[in-house]
């Protein structure tokens, strides 16, 4: 069994020892580093290798986590780039500010937050994380650069969503979210097709805040749509951010099989359709983070690690394009352990390489079972690449180049822009094999004196 690792991604499918540094050595180091010798690391819930550098170095953004001022006004919040979602949270509830845009774990930083551009439950409502950033400092070998919404630059657009590639982000001015509660007001409608959840996935987004649905892939096409708004009912508590179980050791085997699933699927949708068609009042925590409530389940899928595979779908083509992918995936024996069905407007992000389209996005969890499963992968890459859609980067471990070049045509604007001493192995593998010069990210010479070898 491979060691444990402070610098796995959370799909852990390649666990091995990876050099680190300090963010405040690297920042002293970057000027003069050879090509590809740094990239950022935030807290490791990117699933793929977008947060690995296993030809160089991490930077280690853990050690610089201070909120260094919040306006309780205007809801304008300045961190450093190792502030958890969760201490902003913390720090901003009691004056009645929420994230304006938070994906489906509370553990991650506000740096890998800008460099993924991350979506919530509300990309219809208020789009992606990149929108309500402000101002960002950036680092790179060639000096300081100190960019903002209002200033126009393309490296301000290079940087939301750019993977951690155009430089090593020192401080970030985020607007928060007025909200009347940290409590929603919720409801469940269940589906039985998925033709019943497109006839009223743009209904509900419209007249909701929040709206995502959960499928049962081994019982057909049913599922429940789960909207909601915040409550007006004044309460801010944040209560703890410890998980009530945890996953205590790597299981020898994917405990998440045909069997578990089927059992678990069951429980969910009849607990689910028992509450349904009534609105309720319930948690911040159970409607935004509920896997955030076990510690370390990623362990739950095995050795072998999991691979998630999410797709954006542009709206004309996603019922057939969707449908097609959960088909692939039944028929190749590996069903989805969390599937999630969003609807994404039409929002544009001030972000570059922003992930979402209007359309639909579709995400999947597949316990690594090697080679059928990375077929399966690539079946349904080009099933949304057929539709017009795309593959999430931060989400990804194995498209292909040519995936990636179809996914986002302007992948070479990033290239431009990114900090040569700066590179990850997701970038390795996809954009560069695209270049006419190959990879020459590949040496760390200079940085051997400053690294620590982590397992």
Known sequence: MAPPCRFDSFGRVRRTRRAATGFDAALGALAGAPPGALLAFGNGRSYGDSCHNNAGALADARALNRITGFDAQTGVL???????????????????????????????????????????????ARGTFGCHVEALTLVRSDGVHHLSREGGEPLFAATIGGLGLTGLITHVRLQMMRVGSLNVIERLTPFDTLGEY????EQADADNEYAVAWLD???????????????????????????????????????????????????????????????????????????????????LYG????????????????PEAIGAMLDASRRAGQVSFLTVLKRFGALPSPGLMSFPVPGYTLTLDFPNRGRATRELLETLDAITVRAGGR???????????????????HWAALEALRDPAICSDFWRRTALKLTNGGDRSNSNEPLKANLTEVR
């Open 198 to 201: 497109f006839a009223m996935a």
């Open 78 to 124: 300045e961190a450093e780039p190792g502030v958890m979602l969760h201490q902003i949270i913390d720090h901003c509830a009691p004056h009645g500010w929420f994230l304006p845009v938070t994906p489906g774990t509370r553990f991650v930083t506000i740096g890998g937050a800008v460099a993924n551009d991350v979506h919530g439950k509300n990309h219809h």
């Open 391 to 409: 593959v999430n980067p931060y989400k990804d471990a194995r498209m292909s180049a040519e995936t990636f070049a179809a996914s986002f045509p």
């Open 303 to 318: 050795p072998g690690g999991l691979y998630q595979h999410q797709s954006a779908i542009p709206l004309g083509a996603a």
């Open 217 to 299: 892939q081994l019982a057909g096409e049913r599922g429940v749509l789960m909207t909601a708004n915040h409550a007006r009912d004044g309460v801010f508590e944040t209560g703890t951010h410890r998980p009530r179980l945890s996953v205590p050791f790597d299981l020898p085997v994917p405990a998440l099989n045909r069997f578990t699933l089927a059992a678990f699927n069951t429980v969910f949708h009849a607990a689910k359709r028992r509450k349904a068609g009534a609105e309720r009042v319930t948690g911040y925590q159970s409607y935004f983070y509920p896997l955030d409530a076990v510690g370390r389940w990623n362990r």
